[in-house]
């Protein structure tokens, strides 16, 4: 299958890897000319180009920008493409994206491999990354169920595993495992950087791998975790105020010396945690 990558950072660039390894031709695009030179050294396309006019004979265009960039690029691109064309993308945000996209090219099926690292750019593109990991749908209604299998069939030579799903649903899931700790994240780095200099300073010094894999997502790109605050704003509002409550009732069972209710509650967490990661284990 010839298919467009538009955007190739870390996840553009990462699939690009993948599916030339799996024979697919890749048709690489992106603003930067540099970028484009880049691709065709490190092997993520056979083609690349600035121009939108490389995507002419395309089977599927994969958007990888930016949320806000999906459906302007889309717009861009549409004078380009065989009516025929399939165009998903990967956004982390799927029930906005949908409703702006869907309407602007009839076979647009929503995309969010859930995978990445705290890295970004092309330089940051790595094979197997999506092994194991989940991979989203979001069609409609409309949606040619033969386009859907063809975008599950993409998923599993990524050694991914491909899910299919309402739109709101993906966003009210992802805003509990994906953009509810971004934002507890930053939270606690931020509080921490509230303290003392003497007591922020040793903390700095002793913190360890607890505080090294709680911080981790709310230190990372911070482009991106405002995208996930605009564009998932009422899910991302409704689990930060259930975790709220529920960071409050942690607090009463503490000010309370409520002991063998905070065990039984940590006792039940632990066992519920590994029902969280049986993706990426399995």
């Not at 029930?95 to 647009?108: A, I």
Request: net charge negative; aromatic share 6%; with cysteine.
């Amino acid at each position: 299958m010839k298919i467009g990558l538009v955007g190739l950072g870390l996840i553009g660039g990462s699939l690009g890897l993948d599916l030339r390894s799996q024979g697919h031709s890749i048709v690489g695009i992106s603003r930067q000319e540099s970028t484009c030179k880049t691709a065709l050294r490190k092997g993520i396309a056979d083609q690349a180009s600035t121009s939108f006019e490389a995507l002419s004979e395309v089977e599927l265009v994969i958007i990888c920008t930016p949320i806000a960039a999906i459906a302007p690029t889309i717009k861009q691109i549409v004078p380009y493409l065989n009516s025929d064309t399939i165009i998903t993308d990967v956004g982390s945000v799927k029930q906005p994206v949908v409703k702006e996209c869907k309407p602007l090219w009839s076979n647009f099926i929503g995309g969010h491999p859930m995978a990445g690292t705290a890295e970004s750019g092309i330089d940051a593109a790595l094979p197997n990354l999506f092994t194991g990991a989940a991979y989203v749908f979001t069609p409609t209604p409309e949606s040619k169920s033969e386009h859907v299998e063809k975008l599950k069939a993409i998923a599993l030579q990524l050694n991914a595993i491909p899910y299919v799903c309402d739109a709101k649903v993906h966003d009210r899931a992802v805003s509990w495992i994906s953009h509810l700790p971004v934002m507890v994240s930053a939270s606690l780095i931020q509080v921490c950087l509230q303290e003392e200099p003497d007591t922020l300073q040793l903390a700095q010094i002793l913190a360890s791998s607890g505080f090294r894999d709680t911080s981790r997502v709310g230190g990372g790109n911070p482009e991106l975790g405002v995208m996930m605050a605009k564009y998932n704003r009422e899910e991302l509002l409704r689990s930060l105020y259930n975790y709220r409550d529920n960071l409050d009732g942690i607090i009463d069972l503490i000010e309370g010396e409520q002991w063998q209710d905070l065990e039984e509650m940590l006792k039940i967490n632990g066992e519920a945690r590994p029902k969280f990661l049986f993706v990426r284990n399995s």
